[in-house]
């Protein structure tokens, strides 16, 4: 098969970017042509190859303005942007189908009209509520209204396209209440061969590098810095466990990138808390990088906020987090779809979102497991993945889906 994906920027970075890119490479690998159409900003013109390669995907990039004048404008050169050089990838590559990856929803709108115009057949992976999301969130009563448009909009196209894919049991469910008739799950998971448990030698001598000694107690997060994750709750619970005397041996490692902004306010809150022994800030790091410093670590923790949007959301890095072996705490509503997950496997615990206290509870009672326990929902961990969310098999079965269709 000859497929293309549209989708937004394409740097190596971000859930959404890794999920294409993992399924994009491993479609390589079973014999299948692919490329990715995604944008590129004014800033990047003298620097990034409108027809780049990476590994043997093909990336074209389409200008996009993203001046913030006037969110209208800038759409429509999006949209038409991306239809442009979507409908010359699938003229000139004989494409079969076209998968966009949505949110961004406004880069899909070009994708989706350069499809029907050429008869290909059309594919929407939806990651994520983001319509609700941007409705939800929208600080100007204008940006709530254009987002109310645009789910009404894509009701439509998602009703056009020949399948929907989703990532979340709840999800496909969401899918089919829009009225899409044909909907099929192709969850989010991890690389196990890139993310995997180290020998003990190996770990110990990660563990010295970044400064942990033996008896440390490190969590880890590896995301983005503000938004709706909230690592300021760790570092508050943490706080709360010094306070009380307990664990005087906790490291919290964070890597990722963000907002200057949340990134200053995370290192005065430490710098505040007196917490500068027990939470070290790694920056951004490489895909690699990211799951070397995992390997050493301890337990593996996603801090949603608390909306309720998050119910149907499954994270790239909850998956990152149990193929390297870490048990997880994630902060969700005890009905989302990410709970049920880890209730049934017993790979870590629920905790409610923005809990400092229930946090501190759950990294207490981790702590206060046998080491025998620790490695029995370090394994269940690691199997969670390996038999049910490898990315690989993700990829074998999203191409008997595609087959199918």
Known sequence: ???????????????????????????????????????????????????????????????????????????????????????????????DF?????????????????????????????????EDHSIYFSKYMLGRFTHMILKKLFNLLYRKANLVISVTPSLVTY????????????????????????????????????????????????????????????????????????????????????????IRETLKLIEDLGLEHNVMFLGEQKREGVARILSCCDLGVVPYDDSVLWASAYSTKFFEYCSTGLPVIVTVTKDSDLATLVRKHKVGYIVDPLNIEQFASAVKEFCNLSEKEKKEMSDSARNLVVNFFDRRKITKKLVETLQGV
């Open 175 to 262: 899918m089919k209440m829009r009225g899409c008739s044909k909907v099929a799950f192709i969850p989010n998971g991890a690389d196990v061969r890139l993310f995997h448990p180290r020998v003990s030698d190996e770990k110990s001598a990660i563990r010295s590098e970044l400064g942990l000694h033996d008896g440390d107690v490190a969590l880890v997060y590896a995301g983005s810095i503000g938004a709706y994750y909230r690592p300021d709750i760790v570092i508050r619970a943490i706080h709360y466990l010094m306070e009380i005397n307990y664990i005087p041996h906790i490291k919290f490692l964070i890597m990722g990138k963000g907002e200057p902004l949340k």
């Open 98 to 130: 076209v998968i966009i990856s949505v949110p961004p929803g406004v880069v899909g709108i070009g994708g989706f009209l350069a499809g029907k115009i050429s008869r290909r057949k059309l594919v929407f992976d939806v990651r994520d509520r983001w």
């Open 1 to 95: 098969m000859k497929l293309l994906f549209v989708g937004h920027y394409f740097p190596l970075r971000g859930s959404g970017i890794l999920r294409v890119y993992d399924l994009a490479r491993f479609l390589v690998t079973l014999d299948n042509s692919v490329s990715v159409v995604s944008c590129m900003n004014l800033r990047d013109i003298f620097r990034v190859k409108a027809g780049e390669k990476i590994g043997n995907i093909t990336v074209y990039r389409a200008l996009s303005l993203d001046l913030r004048l006037s969110e209208v404008i800038i759409d429509v050169f999006q949209i038409l942007s991306i239809f442009l050089l979507s409908l010359f990838v699938i003229l000139r590559e004989k494409v």
